[in-house]
């Protein structure tokens, strides 16, 4: 695999490893591709798994997260890169992780796609640790997770006075 971003493009979507962290082209998007990846988990959860139980979302999305992380992991080795934006795989378990914790209420899943958004890009406190300080497929991942606790926590907290 080459060692520039041009791994994680279009011509490389057929790649099962490329598809994967890319959200099947999500991230490729410009500008913002974390955005887009977020908005493409929105659609995939809002018309796919908002009508599962809570319980199933969460292990999909914890499942997502593990896979996510090994595939990760393994093409930032192969790939000498680092946490290319095209990456979205993080964003989409993240954002799914919040979505788990609320009601599919379209307002209240906006309003946790947009704390997710924010808590993703200003990375306060523990979120911008794990970003800083965590590597590889893990530092890639945990980052978004922990905001996706973080915002779906603050969604079924607002859920509970509605």
């Known amino acids: 695999m080459a060692t520039s971003t041009s791994a994680l493009n279009l011509k490389n979507l057929w790649q099962p490893s490329v598809f994967w962290?890319?959200?099947?082209?999500?991230g490729l998007l410009r500008?913002?591709?974390?955005?887009?990846?977020?908005?493409?988990?929105?659609?995939?959860?809002?018309l796919?798994?908002?009508?599962?139980?809570?319980?199933?979302?969460?292990?999909l999305a914890l499942t997502y997260g593990l896979v996510s992380w090994w595939v990760c992991a393994r093409f930032l080795q192969r790939s000498q890169l680092h946490d290319e934006p095209q990456?979205?795989?993080?964003?989409?378990?993240?954002?799914?992780?919040?979505?788990?914790?609320?009601?599919?209420?379209?307002?209240?899943?906006?309003?946790?796609f947009a704390l997710f958004r924010v808590l993703d890009i200003v990375k306060p406190s523990i979120i911008g640790w794990c970003d800083r300080s965590l590597k590889g497929g893990l530092g890639v991942m945990a980052d978004d997770l922990v905001a996706g606790l973080g915002a779906g926590l603050t969604g079924a907290l607002i859920a509970l006075f509605i």
Do not use: N
């Open 21 to 26: 962290l890319t959200f099947a082209g999500a």
């Open 87 to 112: 990456i979205v795989a993080d964003e989409v378990a993240g954002l799914w992780l919040a979505l788990a914790m609320v009601p599919a209420v379209w307002w209240l899943a906006g309003l946790v």
């Open 31 to 46: 500008p913002a591709p974390g955005t887009w990846g977020s908005l493409a988990a929105l659609a995939v959860w809002w």
């Open 48 to 59: 796919g798994l908002s009508d599962l139980p809570a319980l199933v979302q969460l292990v």
